[in-house]
Every structure is written in structure tokens, then in C-alpha cells.
């Protein structure tokens, strides 16, 4: 079965920093590209990155660019998303989803989510 | 950046009708549509991908149609489990979006 377990989340201060981590199991998490999506409280859904199987092609929206970064470890089987000048906006419930197929980018599995609350 | 516009916002019915979900976009994503649902407190699960293709284990009783512009989801007769938010997401251009979000509540 596969498995997407998000850790890291928790309160921090406006313009701090928080790194957020995905472990993944059940599939071979080296063959595809992987993304975070985000959920603000009592809102809709958000897309805040993607990364291809390689890390080769990465991609932000405007909204978090240059200030999310996003990596992960193959070898390891897992995803990161480093969150640097963090605004009480970004404060979400942020998942971990894997593509469907390396020639579909929508979004399944998804994690249970981690929260991240970003308050003085 | 292309709009998912959904409709209704709030769909009311009772168990066994029929649904239909609306997504529009503001320019064509051609067939690179998925809908997800959302039930509280839980992450969202994939049920249609490229318009008209269910998701594994995904029931029969959902289906998706549209192209271009015009999307929707239908529920063949609703079953108490769907009473659920449900989005709609392009992969058609970057940035991925979604729509706004379709509350389904019983009637």
C-alpha cells in the first residue's frame, strides 16, 4: 500500500523558518515526480511545489517562490519542503502527494498532512 | 494563470439522487482535468483523472466528462459516504490549480 507520511509542522514566528518532511513508502519513490499541497484552515486547496523523479524540473508558484524550497532524497525515500520568511498566510495544513504517473501530474496518493501555524 | 471556477457552491440532496459538479476554466486545459473529494478532516483523494478516468477504487457511480473549458463530475445516485467537498484541478499549465471547492450536503 502506499504511504505518504508528512513531520516538521508546528508554530512559528512570522519570518522564521520550518522544514517540512515526507516519508515515502510502498512504491519506488525514485520514479516519480512528487508535490506539496497546502490547506489553509477552513479553505481550498493550494498546489506550493513540485519536483520531477530527478530533480531535474522544479516548480513554485508565485505565491511561495524564492522563499519555499523544495528537495528530496531518493535514496531515502523522501521529500522536503524548507520554508524560509514564513507570513501568518502560509499558515495551512501542508501535503505531501505523489503524481499519479510521470505523464500525469495530478495528485494521488496524498499524506495525512502536517500543520504548520505561523502566528507571533 | 488559469481560473477553476466551480458550480454550485453548495449542492443539496438526499441520498440516491443524481449530482452534477461543474468546473469551468478560463481557457482551455484540453482533457488535463481531475476532481478530488474531501471529507472532514481528511486529505483529498483522487477520483477522476484526465476528465473521464476513475482513480483506483474508485466506484463505478462516478463518472467525468467535459473538454476544453467545460467540465463535470457526476454521481449516478448518491450514496451517504458522498456527502463531501469536491475540487476540481488543471495540470494543463503551470501553476497547478484548483477550483474553489462543490459542498455536497444532505438535503
Known amino acids: 500500500e502506499m504511504q505518504l507520511v508528512e513531520s516538521g509542522g508546528g508554530l512559528v514566528q512570522p519570518g522564521g523558518s520550518l522544514r517540512l518532511s515526507c516519508a515515502a513508502s510502498?512504491?519506488?519513490?525514485?520514479?516519480?515526480?512528487m508535490n506539496w499541497v497546502r490547506q489553509a484552515p477552513g479553505k481550498g486547496l493550494e498546489w506550493v511545489a513540485s519536483?520531477?523523479?530527478?530533480?531535474?524540473?522544479?516548480y513554485y508558484p508565485d505565491s511561495v517562490r524564492g522563499r519555499f524550497t523544495t528537495s528530496r532524497d531518493n535514496a531515502k525515500n523522501s521529500l522536503y519542503l524548507q520554508m524560509d520568511s514564513l507570513r501568518a498566510d502560509d499558515t495551512a495544513v501542508y501535503y505531501c502527494?505523489?503524481?499519479?504517473?510521470?505523464?500525469?501530474?495530478?495528485?494521488?496518493?496524498w499524506g495525512r498532512g502536517t500543520l504548520v501555524i505561523v502566528s507571533s | 494563470e488559469i481560473v477553476l471556477t466551480q458550480s454550485p457552491a453548495t449542492l443539496s440532496l438526499s441520498p440516491g439522487e443524481r449530482a452534477a459538479l461543474s468546473c469551468r476554466a478560463s481557457?482551455?486545459?484540453?482533457?488535463?482535468l481531475a476532481w478530488y473529494q474531501q471529507k472532514p478532516g481528511q486529505a483529498p483523494r483522487l477520483l477522476i483523472y484526465?476528465?473521464?478516468n476513475r482513480a483506483t477504487g474508485v466506484p463505478a457511480r462516478f463518472s467525468g466528462s467535459g473538454s476544453g473549458t467545460d467540465f463535470t463530475l457526476t454521481i449516478s445516485s448518491l450514496e451517504p459516504e458522498d456527502f463531501a467537498i469536491y475540487y476540481c484541478?488543471?495540470?494543463?499549465?503551470?501553476?497547478?490549480?484548483f477550483g474553489q471547492g462543490t459542498k455536497l450536503e444532505i438535503k
Open positions: 510502498g512504491f519506488t519513490f525514485r520514479d516519480y515526480s
Open positions: 502527494t505523489k503524481s499519479l504517473a510521470a505523464d500525469r501530474d495530478c495528485f494521488d496518493p
Open positions: 481557457q482551455s486545459v484540453s482533457t488535463y
Open positions: 484541478q488543471q495540470r494543463s499549465n503551470w501553476p497547478r490549480t
Open positions: 519536483m520531477s523523479y530527478d530533480s531535474k524540473y522544479i
Open positions: 484526465d476528465a473521464s
